[in-house]
């Protein structure tokens, strides 16, 4: 369903559950990050009033998202680790280059979004399967839902707004490609995208 064109390895399960505390505070960041593009959606394209009208509830469902991880540190006796780069998002974005009419900005962004999410959502879904606390199994299990819904989302905002939806069909097949390079040197560190 995702279109993801290499496969997270399983194993990165057991790097993540030798340091949990390390996964909660990128994750919480993640969930940041996704709220602040939101945010940043609705200021550079505030004339879609379609999408920004998505962007007001997406930027409520994840700040939710980041007070429940939040929650979930702090149920652990620990504190929010500081935030570090993503090295997945920092590679993504070198893809499409810069510039460009306002329109091919947005699908460019909104794929980046989609993609971002996708692996998101295949990742959590991984968790939800294999890690041995039950408890955040669990939550995971309920997080993969919402990731593949902002997934398809952006992805069909990308195609409303595209040219033609063949370009952004092959804009979106060429990013899948790049993005399973990136994966290939990703998976060794317990943080939701590397």
């Known amino acids: 369903m995702l279109g993801l064109k290499l496969p997270t390895d399983p194993r990165w399960v057991n790097i993540v559950e030798k340091n949990i505390s390390e996964i909660l505070t990128d994750h919480a960041f993640c969930e ?7 945010i940043s959606l609705m200021v550079s394209f505030p004339e879609y009033t379609d999408l ?22 702090l ?7 500081r935030d570090r780069k993503d090295e997945y998002v920092l590679q993504l974005l070198k893809f499409f280059p810069k510039g460009g009419s306002r329109s091919t900005q947005l699908v460019h962004r909104l794929l980046y979004a989609a993609l971002i999410e996708a692996r998101s959502c295949e990742r959590f ?3 939800s399967e294999e890690l041995q606390d039950k408890k955040l ?3 995971y299990r309920k997080l993969m839902v919402s990731e593949a819904n902002h997934y398809t989302m ?5 195609r409303k707004y595209g040219d033609t939806i063949d370009e952004v069909n092959k804009k979106w097949q060429d990013l899948l490609e790049y993005e399973a390079n990136i994966m290939k040197d990703l998976g060794n560190k317990e943080t939701v995208h590397g």
């Open 125 to 127: 879904r991984l968790l």
């Open 52 to 73: 920004v009208q998505e962007m007001i509830a997406l930027v409520k469902e994840e700040i939710s998202h980041f007070k429940m991880v939040h929650d979930l540190i």
């Open 154 to 158: 952006f992805l069909g905002f990308a």
């Open 32 to 38: 940041q990050k996704a709220a602040s593009t939101a």
């Open 75 to 81: 149920e652990r006796g620990e504190v929010l680790g």
């Open 137 to 139: 199994a669990q939550f």
